[in-house]
Every structure is written in structure tokens, then in C-alpha cells.
């Protein structure tokens, strides 16, 4: 059974939409969790971190945690084309665990 | 300029062939750590380390090794390559593994292939 699961997409919004990408992890015991984007043939850079239920924002980013509901999620404000990029959902429990990533596009 | 250097950044090698990654941090950070990214698989651990002297397995840590001998150093050994071990290599840092400051810093990547 997987730890942590994304739809792989691809995943397309116009340029200005909102991107909505999810993520959902099997381990109640998940403290910690990551969302990660990735451009092709590069390493991952991190965008958000987030621990606690609710929503937490940074610039055009919002993270959501329901840990009852074992979910989490990213939403890009206003996206651009270069948000185009593999978003990579992480969860921490005793060791890091990676979603295969969700490919999205943003079309001008 | 804090950063996680990993070398070589390509490698082609034949099967049986051992070799090492590299990857060094400056970051003075206790934890480090290896993975592997295949297309539908994602990223996957392959060791960790905790702090000098102490490294885990993760999830697929068949086929490598690794050793924490002092703490800015964490490299990988291929002891005999074999061509499933093709892969995108990343090695990570983070100053702590669990609690705050556990964001993990990654590394330009390693491009191998084993013919």
C-alpha cells in the first residue's frame, strides 16, 4: 500500500486560474507534510510545509491539512506558465515519503 | 551559499562496476539522505543517516551502501551496478529528522546509467 498518493495529471488551468492539487497519505501517525515542486530534470525545491490542520498561505500558495480526513492539498493562486512542473506531495513519518507527483501545465 | 552538492552529476558505467556518488553538505545538518526517482514511481529513500556513524535503511536499499564518517559526507557505493539501478540519484539534507527545521534540502542530481 502506497504512503502517500497524487493523481498524476496531467493536470492543465489557463494562465490566471487556480491549480488545485491533492494529495492523500495512509499513516495517521503523519506529522509533518510537503509539497515540493519539481521542473524537469531538476531536483526538487521545497514550496510549502505545513503540520497543522487548517489552511496556511504564502504568497500564491495555500496549503490545506485535514488530518482526519488523512488529506492535503496546494492551491496556485493566479498561475503562471512557469508554474508548469511536477508537484510533489511529502509526508514525514519516521522516514520521508514521496507521491509519484502530479504534472502540471499552465497554458498561456 | 548554502547547497547539497552531489558528484558525478552523470555517469555511465558498465554492470559489476563499482562506483560512488558523492554528496556534501555545508549546511552543518545531522540528517542526510539518498534517493532514487523512476518515472511512475517517484522518489524513493534508499539509506538515511541520523548523525555520524548512524545510517537506516529506507525503502530500497538493495544493491547500495553507504557511510556517515563524518557529518558534511554521505556517500553512495554501488558495489556491483546492475542496469535496474539506472536511475535519477538525489541526495538530501535536513538539520533535524523529525520537529522543526526537518525540510530537506536536495541536490542537483545524479543521471546514472549501467549498461
Known amino acids: 500500500q502506497k504512503e502517500v498518493e497524487q493523481n498524476s495529471g496531467p493536470l492543465s488551468v489557463p494562465e490566471g486560474a487556480i491549480a488545485s492539487l491533492n494529495c492523500t497519505y495512509s499513516?495517521?501517525?503523519?506529522?509533518?507534510f510537503f509539497w515540493y515542486r519539481q521542473y524537469s530534470g531538476k531536483s526538487p525545491e521545497l514550496i510549502m510545509s505545513?503540520?497543522?490542520?487548517g489552511d496556511k498561505e504564502d504568497g500564491r500558495f495555500t496549503a490545506q491539512l485535514n488530518k482526519a480526513s488523512q488529506y492535503v492539498s496546494l492551491l496556485i493562486r493566479d498561475s503562471q506558465p512557469s508554474d508548469s512542473a511536477t508537484y510533489l506531495c511529502?509526508?514525514?513519518?519516521?522516514?520521508?515519503?514521496f507521491g509519484t507527483g502530479t504534472s502540471l501545465t499552465v497554458i498561456p | 551559499e548554502a547547497q547539497v552538492t552531489q558528484n558525478p552529476r552523470y555517469l555511465i558505467t558498465v554492470t559489476g562496476k563499482k562506483l560512488t556518488v558523492t554528496c556534501s553538505q555545508n549546511?552543518?545538518?545531522?540528517?542526510m539522505s539518498w534517493y532514487r526517482q523512476d518515472p511512475g514511481l517517484g522518489l524513493r529513500q534508499i539509506y538515511y543517516?541520523?548523525?555520524?556513524?548512524?545510517?537506516d535503511k529506507g525503502d530500497v536499499p538493495e544493491g547500495y551502501k553507504v557511510s556517515r564518517k563524518e557529518k558534511r559526507n554521505f556517500p553512495l557505493i554501488l558495489e556491483s551496478p546492475s542496469p535496474n539501478q539506472t536511475s535519477l540519484y538525489f541526495c538530501?539534507?535536513?538539520?533535524?529528522?523529525?520537529?522543526?527545521?526537518?525540510?530537506?534540502?536536495f541536490g542537483p542530481g545524479t543521471r546514472l546509467l549501467v549498461l
Open positions: 538530501a539534507s535536513s538539520l533535524y529528522r523529525r520537529g522543526l527545521e526537518e525540510t530537506q534540502y
Open positions: 499513516d495517521r501517525g503523519s506529522q509533518s
Open positions: 505545513i503540520y497543522s490542520n
Open positions: 511529502a509526508v514525514n513519518v519516521e522516514q520521508f515519503y
Open positions: 549546511m552543518n545538518h545531522e540528517y
Open positions: 543517516s541520523m548523525n555520524v556513524e548512524v545510517t
